[in-house]
């Protein structure tokens, strides 16, 4: 019954005539006539709307989807345009050591009621919510100072609820002690990673509640619960303490993310009793509970309006590209960003991985390359006159495998591999250098997403996004590396629209196959096909021996070296 009432919600047109010859009808309609049942239906399913909200960075931002999946309403509030009095800049406040940044609570609070008085002055109906979910930059975190439960339920704007007013969030780099205290603790760097998923990580939020105990005791001390900016956001729409779900909690240096629990060793090497202040973990696919009734009373919520698990910002953007099993998804922009589903991870000391915020029994990984387009437009304007239309024609006359000549092009100190320097064939053929630097950093993300976990099973797609995604002939790099189609996506609202599907999802209280198949045939027009694999005769062998031959080549010369930098 609940399988076909979730398949009359998502289609209600199509259902319409299933319901007529099946005769199929939710107990509480059999006492009407035929006609006036699937009128009431399709009403139902058409009137619901499902919102959600992501608080990043620089702005808060929600979008409202119908049960059909089309967006009904977006809004936002700008941090720095719209609240001047927190002078923030780019949401966020640089402190004096030039490590230490983090944002004002206050302010995320503020922002979500001037959000939603902007939707009521847009005449925005939440009467019709059935579910919301929302994410949050990741690793960011908020501290409830002693008794705020009790006052949470009412907003009430005269009570403090916060022990700490300057919320740590991803942009902090001031806790390099505590990363190097957390590693020897977890027996090594990647000891740790193989635990939580990464090796640790200044930003991550276990490192910052070590700072925060250890530099300022007495707030730590005040402190009755520890949230992430995601559950924090769920906390105020629940009027209780949210959970933290397990996509999010992967990025703290805190979770198993085996096991799924807060692991004991890395727990105690942060402050003690700190499970505690966490709470226990959830899925991401969680009910929390409905709506509180604060926001009933000021918006006119449903009572019955479910508030889904609210999960970090990089996990709610898989869910919005829709990725599956198989897939990997490619930002092309001024650095280089890949997202992974995975279901066997390997944690490495180079990329993160995290529970999946679809489903969560497997896993999803991401890799930062900070050398991506800025290093593009470099040999661009040195090999080619500055001409992107000679460059997509230097890839367009060279052969796949560019000859065996391939380079490394770090010109800024990379994150994944730590290295820096050129190192590169001996080779004076402008065409040659193109194809050896956009064929180099290809490789680079297949190698290193592999070594995650990674690996390409037939269905395998790649989504591309990002500026270099307009251009062809370095997607048919891509195409040809991956030995998949490539398709482009458009992600200015990839957070939003995920965590909406999850409000979704949630909603239906089904099993996510289902769902991911109902996602996948009514998105499938926001992907466009652009390139498939080239050289068909080259698709098994020659390509695997190509990415063989990259972790076994030794260069004939190398135009710049850094000390000890290892390509």
Not at 45 to 61: E, H, I, N, R, V
Not at 376 to 399: D, I
Not at 454 to 459: A, E, Q
Request: hydrophobic content about 40%.
């Amino acid at each position: 019954f609940i399988y076909f009432m979730l398949l009359f919600c998502m289609f209600p047109q199509t259902s319409f005539s299933v319901c007529v010859s099946l005769n199929l009808y939710p107990p509480p309609l059999l006492g009407v006539r035929v006609s006036d049942r699937c009128v009431l239906l399709m009403a139902a399913a058409q009137d619901s709307l499902y919102l959600g909200f992501d608080f990043s960075t620089q702005q808060l931002k929600v979008v409202a989807i119908d049960g059909d999946l089309n967006v009904v309403h977006q809004n936002h509030v700008l941090f720095d345009s719209e609240l001047p009095e927190f002078r923030t800049q780019g949401g966020v406040q640089l402190h004096a050591d030039r490590l230490t940044v983090t944002s004002p609570v206050l302010m995320w609070v503020k922002a979500l009621d001037l959000l939603l008085d902007k939707m009521r002055r847009a005449e925005f109906d939440f009467s019709r919510v059935r579910a919301l979910s929302g994410s949050g930059q990741q690793h960011g975190s908020v501290y409830w100072r002693r008794g705020a439960s009790e006052t949470l339920n009412q907003l009430d704007p005269d009570q403090s609820l916060f022990s700490v007013l300057d919320s740590p969030v991803w942009m902090d780099s001031s806790s390099s002690q505590q990363c190097q205290d957390l590693q020897a603790a977890a027996g090594g760097a990647l000891r740790l990673a193989e635990i939580t998923g990464s090796r640790a990580y200044e930003r991550f939020t276990g490192n910052q509640i070590a700072k925060l105990r250890q530099n300022r005791l007495e707030e730590f001390q005040d402190t009755e619960r520890i949230s992430l900016v995601s559950s924090f956001a769920a906390s105020l729409f629940l009027g209780g303490y949210a959970a933290i779900d397990y996509s999010d909690g992967s990025g703290m240096n805190l979770l198993d993310i085996r096991s799924r629990t807060w692991s004991e060793i890395c727990l105690e090497a942060t402050a003690p009793h700190l499970d505690r202040l966490l709470g226990a973990p959830l899925p991401p696919t969680s009910v929390l509970g409905p709506v509180s009734s604060y926001f009933v009373r000021r918006c006119g919520f449903s009572e019955s309006c479910r508030v889904v698990a609210f999960t970090g910002d990089n996990p709610a953007s898989l869910a919005g590209m829709r990725l599956q099993q198989g897939d990997i998804a490619v930002s092309l922009g001024t650095s280089d960003t890949v997202f992974l589903w995975i279901q066997q991870p390997r944690p490495a000391l180079e990329g993160h991985v995290f529970c999946n915020p679809v489903d969560w029994q497997e896993y999803m990984a991401l890799l930062c390359f900070k050398n991506g387009s800025l290093t593009r437009e470099r040999v661009r304007n040195e090999c080619t006159g500055g001409s992107w239309e000679v460059f997509s024609a230097a890839l367009r006359e060279t052969p796949l495998g560019n000859n065996g000549n391939i380079g490394f092009y770090f010109d800024t100190m990379e994150i994944t591999p730590p290295a820096v320097g050129v190192h590169r064939f001996d080779s004076d053929d402008t065409e040659v250098e193109v194809r050896a630097l956009v064929e180099g950093q290809f490789l680079s993300r297949r190698l290193h997403a592999e070594r995650l976990g990674y690996s390409i099973i037939p269905g395998t797609r790649v989504l591309a996004t990002g500026g270099a995604s307009s251009n062809k002939e370095i997607l048919q790099v891509l195409s040809d590396v991956f030995n998949a189609p490539v398709y482009t996506i458009d992600l200015s609202n990839s957070t939003c629209l995920g965590s909406a599907y999850r409000a979704l999802h949630g909603n239906t209280l089904t099993v996510l196959p289902l769902i991911l198949l109902i996602l996948q045939q009514y998105c499938s027009s926001a992907s466009v096909l652009i390139i498939s694999p080239d050289y068909c005769d080259l698709k098994k062998g020659k390509k695997e021996n190509l990415v063989k031959e990259v972790k076994e080549k030794r260069w004939n010369k190398e135009k710049k070296r850094a000390p000890e930098a290892d390509p």
